[in-house]
């Protein structure tokens, strides 16, 4: 076997950045009403974002907005960015800031709209700066799923490209390009 594969490199998690065209892209809707769910302080942005697509300005060529996400190596979605931010380089630059600040983020967990449903929320402060992908059983499965995000993203490669949907739905992974 190749020495590459037992790498640390090979063995180490990664940032991966998403756009999406518009307020209306499903995936979009999907990820805000999820974080609804953990975030709820959040929501009322999300709604004035939806109501008024003007206010984020026009279509940039490689998307609208910029989410970045931490994945393990098994491509498995561990965690994701609470902000949608305004543009790829934008999400890039956060990523990489949040990262160089990973031992300062706390795990909350957070009760989900049924009782076996619970999720987490990395913060800085006051400050959201990521939340789980997905719901846990319990409380304490849900916390232990935060902490270990938290490890993955201490060490994780950032990804220079960005993923870019099209009107048909598919995707592709594009440089990130300045806004």
């Known amino acids: 076997m190749s020495d590459q594969l037992f790498s640390t490199r090979a063995r180490r998690g990664r940032v991966i950045f998403d756009t999406f065209r518009s307020v209306r892209d499903p995936r979009l809707s999907a990820w805000l009403l999820f974080r609804s769910y953990l975030l709820p302080e959040l929501a009322a942005s999300q709604l004035a974002l939806m109501e008024n ?3 984020a300005g026009a279509l940039a060529p490689i998307g609208v907005f910029g989410v970045w ?3 393990a ?3 498995r979605e561990l965690a994701r960015c609470a902000t949608v931010f305004a543009s790829p380089s934008v999400a890039v630059d956060a990523a990489r800031v949040e990262q160089s600040r990973a031992d300062q983020l706390q795990v909350s967990t957070v009760r989900g709209p049924v009782a076996t449903k619970h999720a987490w929320v990395l913060r800085r402060g006051d400050r959201p700066i990521a939340t789980a992908a997905r719901w ?3 409380a304490g499965e849900a916390s232990a799923a ?3 995000a938290v ?3 201490r060490s ?3 990804v220079e490209g960005v ?3 099209s009107a048909s739905g598919r995707r592709s992974r594009v440089s990130a390009q300045p806004a």
């Open 53 to 55: 697509p003007t206010a």
């Open 69 to 71: 996400r931490l994945l």
């Open 73 to 75: 190596t098994n491509n």
């Open 136 to 138: 846990y059983e319990s």
């Open 146 to 148: 935060g902490r270990a």
């Open 151 to 153: 490890a993955v993203f």
């Open 156 to 158: 994780a490669d950032v």
């Open 163 to 165: 993923s870019i949907g």
